[in-house]
């Protein structure tokens, strides 16, 4: 019913072969939340969304919706709605027919299914298109079509699993917005699965991070993109992915990434950091800390590719020992290919992890971002 939270409690889906497809997970997600599960392919997040939906059976582990455990509840009588990649219209029904067809086989009547049809075609912008077949439609009315098939129901939550891949960029974009507004305006759970960090970033309030099963972070895209929980993560979302190279980390509290490169670090990490002086380290810098502007550590580069994407450009230049890092430049940022050039970071931007567990390294919160006076 609504207002339920869905809880899942170390829930584990083990295919025949001992395949491993979700290891022993917890996730609560709010009633009315819009919660994304994020990840590559293989990595179960649609698994998770089938165990949800009940269209897959949980080998251990506890699922609810509210109070009540749902495990064996069958899929029918779960009030769950599901679109899927592909739609799964029916091909020999009208839009109309396929919009009031759940309607149809729990009983209502003719008239308040034809109501409910044509209020919920209204609502996504295809009340004209009721008398066409899906075949007559095109990628971005079908996916509304399969929208309001899950929306007239009422459901307690909308199970979205990958339902924008199939479109062009322009119109994935607009769907997107329109999803966002949607949620909005209809206040339900929403549980989205993507492998496309823009969907994330942009639709989620909080994003569920997966691999290999597990389940890496969980949070507010924001607050996941500013503290990845690890390597994985920080090379995972956004695009261009963070830099992570291998450098080391000095007794006097500088990382270094090579002899004559050296990046001190704010005073107040240092104390945290003090288990990894004089160790090697993994050192992350995302592509927007790169700056033209002189202020922090100038890092001597040498320009190896240049890829403009209208309003902006992504630089790939090399380090002075040839590995590569990629930097998000200005649109109008121009420079040869083999020329030398310079950038800076603020040493306060770095990620640090562990190259043993490929964890975040715990740092000071909330450091102060390093001054000339600091750096001297």
């Given at each position: 019913m609504p207002g339920s939270d869905i809880r899942l409690e170390r829930v584990s889906k083990v295919y025949p072969g001992g395949v491993v497809a979700v290891d022993a997970i917890d996730l609560a997600i709010r009633d009315g939340e819009f919660m994304i599960l994020l990840g590559p392919s293989g990595c179960g997040k649609s698994t998770t969304l089938r165990l949800?939906?009940?269209?897959?059976?949980?080998?251990?582990?506890?699922?609810?919706?509210?109070?009540?455990?749902?495990?064996?509840?069958?899929?029918k009588d779960r009030n769950l709605a599901i679109v899927f990649q592909n739609y799964a219209l029916f091909p020999h029904m009208s839009v109309a027919g396929n919009l009031g067809f759940g309607m149809k086989i729990r009983g209502h009547g003719r008239a308040e299914t034809a109501a409910r049809v044509r209020q919920t075609a209204e609502m996504l912008g295809i009340g004209e298109l009721l008398a066409r077949k899906p075949r007559e439609l095109s990628g971005g009315q079908r996916q509304r079509v399969a929208l309001g098939r899950a929306l007239i129901r009422d459901p307690i939550a909308f199970l979205l699993d990958e339902p924008l891949s199939n479109l062009d960029a322009k119109l994935r974009a607009t769907m997107r917005t329109e999803l966002i507004k949607l949620h909005r305006q209809l206040g339900r759970t929403v549980i989205h699965v993507t492998h496309d960090q823009v969907e994330a970033m942009t639709m989620g309030e909080r994003i569920c991070i997966m691999n290999q099963g597990k389940i890496v972070q969980t949070g507010?895209?924001?607050?996941?993109?500013?503290?990845?929980?690890?390597?994985?993560?920080?090379?995972?979302?956004?695009?261009?992915?963070?830099?992570?190279?291998?450098a080391r980390l000095d007794s006097d509290g500088s990382a270094s990434l090579a002899d004559s490169l050296r990046i001190p670090l704010p005073e107040s990490d240092r104390s945290a950091l003090a288990a990894y002086r004089d160790r090697p380290v993994i050192l992350g810098i995302r592509p927007e800390d790169l700056r033209e502007q002189p202020g922090g550590i100038a890092l001597p580069l040498r320009v190896v590719a240049i890829e403009a994407l209208g309003p902006e450009v992504i630089l790939i230049a090399s380090l002075q020992d040839g590995r590569e890092i990629a930097a998000r430049m200005s649109r109008d940022f121009t420079e040869p290919i083999g020329s030398a050039h310079q950038?800076?970071?603020?040493?306060?931007?770095?990620?640090?992890?562990?190259?043993?567990?490929?964890?975040?390294?715990?740092?000071?919160?909330?450091?102060?971002?390093l001054t000339p006076q600091s750096l001297a």
């Amino acid at each position: 019913m609504p207002g339920s939270d869905i809880r899942l409690e170390r829930v584990s889906k083990v295919y025949p072969g001992g395949v491993v497809a979700v290891d022993a997970i917890d996730l609560a997600i709010r009633d009315g939340e819009f919660m994304i599960l994020l990840g590559p392919s293989g990595c179960g997040k649609s698994t998770t969304l089938r165990l949800i939906a009940g269209l897959e059976a949980v080998t251990s582990g506890d699922l609810y919706i509210g109070e009540e455990r749902i495990n064996e509840v069958d899929p029918k009588d779960r009030n769950l709605a599901i679109v899927f990649q592909n739609y799964a219209l029916f091909p020999h029904m009208s839009v109309a027919g396929n919009l009031g067809f759940g309607m149809k086989i729990r009983g209502h009547g003719r008239a308040e299914t034809a109501a409910r049809v044509r209020q919920t075609a209204e609502m996504l912008g295809i009340g004209e298109l009721l008398a066409r077949k899906p075949r007559e439609l095109s990628g971005g009315q079908r996916q509304r079509v399969a929208l309001g098939r899950a929306l007239i129901r009422d459901p307690i939550a909308f199970l979205l699993d990958e339902p924008l891949s199939n479109l062009d960029a322009k119109l994935r974009a607009t769907m997107r917005t329109e999803l966002i507004k949607l949620h909005r305006q209809l206040g339900r759970t929403v549980i989205h699965v993507t492998h496309d960090q823009v969907e994330a970033m942009t639709m989620g309030e909080r994003i569920c991070i997966m691999n290999q099963g597990k389940i890496v972070q969980t949070g507010p895209p924001m607050e996941v993109y500013r503290n990845p929980a690890d390597t994985f993560v920080a090379g995972f979302l956004a695009s261009p992915p963070m830099n992570l190279l291998d450098a080391r980390l000095d007794s006097d509290g500088s990382a270094s990434l090579a002899d004559s490169l050296r990046i001190p670090l704010p005073e107040s990490d240092r104390s945290a950091l003090a288990a990894y002086r004089d160790r090697p380290v993994i050192l992350g810098i995302r592509p927007e800390d790169l700056r033209e502007q002189p202020g922090g550590i100038a890092l001597p580069l040498r320009v190896v590719a240049i890829e403009a994407l209208g309003p902006e450009v992504i630089l790939i230049a090399s380090l002075q020992d040839g590995r590569e890092i990629a930097a998000r430049m200005s649109r109008d940022f121009t420079e040869p290919i083999g020329s030398a050039h310079q950038l800076w970071v603020d040493p306060a931007a770095i990620h640090l992890f562990d190259p043993a567990t490929t964890r975040a390294i715990a740092r000071e919160p909330d450091a102060p971002p390093l001054t000339p006076q600091s750096l001297a």
